[in-house]
């Protein structure tokens, strides 16, 4: 899909940077979008070539987020043998790492966080980079835990096992949940993981939202990194939401 010059928006396309494999142009997926890179210059004048650039290519160039990058550290066959795992949550543990990281969720984000009514995370990931964010854009924090640790009332669904979870043999199902009242229904909110790899725990969150009366249309998500191999965008549209806003800063090649 070629995007025409009357096409494009500020809040169409957000780029991640790839530490390996190149860079990937990363959309806030709606339904069955496709982001693409190709510019038809069919007008004449430059604004709408300046404006592609700064939306689309600019980004890409970012030397915030090629320092984020930097940050996270890839280590060999851990959990288990064959698995690069990429320590996303030790960008925090390095000096300026969390500010860093806190600064481009936030100036990163297609939204008007002035819209905004809480920034929801799911542990443990998640929470390092939302309850910071949140902090820094001054909205309530929402936070989902595992079943049996927030007290009622509360709402709750299955969650499957993520990527690295199954890997490490912890292939249990467990339940998550979230205070039943904490969100009100029509609030308008923003998911922050550390990480989309498989999809399972950010689809988990969405089927909680869902039960609180939160449409599609009010829920965005952005994390820190993500691994297209695994098709995490797929099935967050298998589970209905395609319509979901995903947002990411740094993709990955690989496990």
């Known amino acids: 899909m070629a995007y025409q010059h009357d096409d494009i928006k500020p809040d169409m396309v957000v780029v991640g940077k790839a530490l390996t494999g190149g860079l990937y142009p990363m959309s806030m997926v709606l339904g069955s979008h496709c982001p693409s890179l190709v510019f038809n210059n069919d007008t004449t004048g430059k604004s709408a070539a300046k404006s592609f650039a700064e939306n689309y290519l600019l980004p890409f160039f970012h030397e915030d987020l090629d320092r984020l990058a930097s940050m996270v550290r890839p280590i060999s066959d851990f959990p288990s043998p064959g698995i690069e795992f990429r320590h996303v949550l030790g960008i925090s543990q390095q000096p300026g790492g969390l500010a860093l990281c806190t600064s481009l969720l936030q100036t990163h984000f297609t939204g008007d966080w002035a819209k905004i009514d809480a920034v929801a995370c799911c542990e443990a990931g998640g929470l390092v980079y939302a309850s910071a964010l949140a902090a820094r ?102 589970y209905g939401f395609g319509g979901v806003k995903v947002q990411s800063l740094l993709v990955f090649g690989g496990a």
């Not at 669904?157 to 990527?163: D, E, G, N, T």
């Not at 029509?186 to 998911?191: D, I, K, P, R």
């Open 137 to 238: 854009v001054d909205v309530p924090l929402a936070l989902i835990r595992e079943a049996g640790k927030l007290p009622p009332p509360t709402i709750s669904v299955i969650k499957s096992p993520s990527h690295i979870s199954s890997s490490a043999r912890n292939d249990a199902t467990k339940r998550i949940e979230m205070s039943r009242d904490l969100i009100s229904r029509g609030a308008s909110v923003v998911v922050v993981d550390d990480v989309l790899a498989t999809g399972e725990t950010l689809c988990a969150v969405l089927q909680l939202r869902r039960k609180t009366g939160i449409g599609v249309k009010d829920i965005s998500i952005i994390v820190v990194a993500e691994f297209p191999m695994h098709r995490g965008r797929g099935l967050l549209r298998q």
